[in-house]
Each structure stands twice: as structure tokens, then as C-alpha cells.
């Protein structure tokens, strides 16, 4: 295996937990048989590579380059390549490579894969090395772990797709949000506001929960049918037993009890939202309506081009801010105050 690394690349680095970005040069590895060569033109910032440069999940490989929602261009080939080509427009999500024999890796769901998934930073890959994210010019990525943007998304707007998206995407159709059905979106930050209209696009009735009244207009112009506060305690009165599906993406741990009680019976709470400390809840919350909690994490590949197709079909796209490099640390203390509409993305031509 080719370990040779001769490819520069300008990125975005932060040397230790909660530091600030530095503008540094790492060297990406030369192109084996199966990689291609992105030039990365915009890169989503997701709520996970805070709790992440700022390690409050533990564990964090310093230094890290975050960045996991990642669109660019293919501008080099491996010999192997059969599914992309100089120039086609392309997007790289949460992970890099998996083993690609496990069941779940077989099932195209690669990001449960038995051997752990080599994720896109903050991560090491099979030979060792440290994986470094998309706040960066180039990534050379290999060709099954890469999807098409579709051509009538922009590559700015389509970047929070292949982690947002994805991660709401996903749990929606496995839970089979639809038709007839009432679906709840906690939150409406980066991931709550794309959830938001895939819900609407699968045909589900929209219902947003956030803690105040400020971001209504917004929501309903995504496709939600109603929006509550969760400052105001009649909320949970209010929609007591209503909801089929109640989709989680807050940081932040939640009155779990109080959530479930708005689910109906066989109704489930999926939490994608991944706050650090542990959720409590009272079992009879569940005994009482034969409720369940489950959680999801992105999807696989192939469903994540499935979504991609589909967020170009129905219309599906990130409301963002673009930002320069040099924002990064300011966009990151905004993100914590809630103070994004909805998802900040880098121009990555400001490297
Ligand atoms: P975000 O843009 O910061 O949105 C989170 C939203 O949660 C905020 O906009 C806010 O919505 C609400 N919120 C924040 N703090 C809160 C608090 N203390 N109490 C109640 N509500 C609060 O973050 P994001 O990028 O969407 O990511 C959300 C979470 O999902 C993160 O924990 C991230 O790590 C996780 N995630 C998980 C996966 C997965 O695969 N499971 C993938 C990606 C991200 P309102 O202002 O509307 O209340
Ligand atoms: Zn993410």
C-alpha cells in the first residue's frame, strides 16, 4: 500500500481543544489504484466538529482539521477509477473508508461497519495515519466512499446535505415519515431545518418544536405545519400523545420525559442530536404509551446519494451563511449561541 504523501494542501487546523484555527499546510497521500483527488470548494460547519475540536466527547486526535460536509471537484484519478472523472462535481461525508466485508458494510451501512469506520478526521485510518477533514483545499478520498451532487444543486447549498442531510434523511425514511403521518423536528438549527423539509417532502405533517417563537416564519417556509415553543410549558400539554416520530437533533440534553409524553402509543423518539453528558428518563414514559428512544447515526453511501437525488428532485436545500477561513472561530461562538441561519459553510477559495 502506497503511503507516500506529496499532494500540499492548505488547511484549517486547530493545534488543541477549544484553540483557535491556524492557516497550516499538510501533505495528503499520493493517489492509489481506487482514490480520487477532490479540489474542495465548500465546506459545512456541523455542530460535531465543535463538540469535537472542543474534545467533549474525549478522544480527539490533535492537531484536527474538522469539516465532514465537504463539495468539490474531481481534479485527479487512481488508475482503478471507474466512477468519477476529471471535473465531476462531488461530495464526501462523515467517513472515508470501512472494512467492506462485515455485514453491515455488505447492507450498505458502511457507518456500522464491525471493523469502525475510519471517519473522515479525527480519526485514524487502517494504516495508522490520522484522518483530516474538509476545512481544507484538497482531500483524496477512495472512489466508494465518494457520491454525485446532483447537477441542479449548487455545491455551497449541497454541502450540509452529506452530513445534515444525511443524518435526518435517513432516520425520516427508516421510520417511515410519510403520508398520514405526524412527525415532530426538535430543534431547528443545521440538521432541524434540512429535517424540517425532507419531512414536508416525504409527506409527513410538520410539526417544529423550538425553544422560542423566533424562528416560525423560517420554519414554515421550509414546509413545517406548526411550530411550538418549548419555553412555554403548555406546549407539552398542548401536544400530549400527538406524534408518531419526534426527531431529536438538539446538542444539548432535553427533559426526556417531557418529550416522550407527545408521542402517541408505539411512538419513537430518534435522537441524532449527540450532546456529551447522559440523557435521563423515567421508564414508565415508555411503559405507558409502549413507547421506544432510539437514535441514528448518518446513513450509508448509497443512501446518502439516494438523498442527494432526492434533495435535488424535491427541492431540498440548506439555507446558509458562507463564510471566509478567517471566520471560522466567530462562526464556531455563534453556532453555541444558536445564532445560525442555518448552516455556515467556507468558501474554501479563502485558504
Ligand atoms: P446546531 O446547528 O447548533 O443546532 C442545534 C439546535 O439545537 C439549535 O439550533 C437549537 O435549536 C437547539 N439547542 C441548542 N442548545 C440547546 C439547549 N441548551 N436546549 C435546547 N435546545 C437547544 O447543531 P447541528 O449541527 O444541527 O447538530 C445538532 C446535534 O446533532 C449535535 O449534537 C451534533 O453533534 C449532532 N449530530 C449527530 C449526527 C448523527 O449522526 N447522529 C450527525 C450530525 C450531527 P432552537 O434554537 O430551535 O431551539
Ligand atoms: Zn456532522
Not at 474542495?40 to 466527547?57: L, P, Q
Not at 462535481?89 to 462523515?94: A, D, E, F, T, Y
Not at 441524532?272 to 453511501?301: H, K, N, T, W
Not at 477561513?325 to 459553510?345: C, G, H, K, P
Amino acid at each position: 500500500m502506497c503511503n507516500h504523501k506529496s499532494i500540499p494542501s492548505r488547511v484549517l487546523s486547530t493545534p488543541s481543544a477549544k484553540a483557535k484555527f491556524e492557516l497550516t499546510t499538510i501533505e495528503r497521500r499520493d493517489l492509489r489504484p481506487n482514490d480520487v483527488l477532490i479540489d474542495i470548494k465548500f465546506s459545512g460547519i456541523c455542530h460535531s466538529d465543535i463538540h469535537s475540536a472542543y474534545d467533549e466527547w474525549g478522544g480527539g486526535i490533535f492537531p484536527m482539521v474538522p469539516g465532514h460536509e465537504i463539495a468539490g471537484v474531481v481534479t485527479a484519478v487512481g488508475g482503478d477509477v471507474t466512477k468519477f472523472a476529471v471535473g465531476d462535481r462531488v461530495g464526501v461525508g462523515c467517513f472515508v473508508d470501512s472494512c467492506g466485508e462485515c455485514e453491515y458494510c455488505l447492507i450498505g451501512e458502511e457507518q456500522f461497519c464491525t471493523k469502525g469506520v475510519v471517519q473522515t478526521y479525527n480519526s485514524l485510518d487502517y494504516d495508522g495515519n490520522p484522518t483530516y477533514g474538509g476545512y481544507s483545499q484538497k482531500i483524496v478520498v477512495k472512489e466508494d466512499f465518494v457520491v454525485r451532487i446532483p447537477d441542479n444543486l449548487d455545491l455551497d447549498e449541497a454541502s450540509p446535505l452529506l452530513c445534515a442531510g444525511i443524518t435526518t434523511y435517513s432516520p425520516l425514511k427508516h421510520w417511515k415519515a410519510g403520508s398520514g403521518k405526524k412527525v415532530a423536528i426538535v430543534g431547528m438549527g443545521g440538521l432541524g431545518h434540512v429535517a424540517i423539509q425532507f419531512a414536508h417532502a416525504m409527506g409527513a405533517e410538520v410539526t417544529v418544536l423550538s425553544r422560542s417563537l423566533s424562528k416560525k416564519e423560517a420554519a414554515l417556509s421550509f414546509g413545517a405545519d406548526h411550530y411550538f415553543a418549548t419555553s412555554d410549558p403548555a406546549t407539552f400539554t398542548e401536544l400530549a400523545g400527538r406524534f408518531d416520530l419526534i426527531l431529536n437533533t438538539v446538542s444539548a440534553n432535553l427533559d426526556v420525559d417531557a418529550y416522550l409524553s407527545m408521542l402517541r402509543v408505539d411512538g419513537t423518539l430518534v435522537n441524532v442530536g449527540a450532546p456529551a453528558e447522559q440523557d435521563q428518563y423515567s421508564v414508565f414514559s415508555l411503559i405507558m404509551g409502549r413507547r421506544s428512544i432510539a437514535g441514528s447515526l448518518v446513513g450509508g453511501i448509497r443512501e446518502t446519494q439516494e438523498m442527494l437525488d432526492f434533495a435535488a428532485e424535491h427541492g431540498v436545500a440548506p439555507k446558509i451563511e458562507i463564510i471566509r477561513a478567517d471566520q471560522v472561530d466567530e462562526a464556531y461562538d455563534r453556532v453555541l449561541r444558536s445564532d445560525v441561519r442555518y448552516r455556515f459553510v467556507i468558501d474554501i477559495s479563502t485558504l
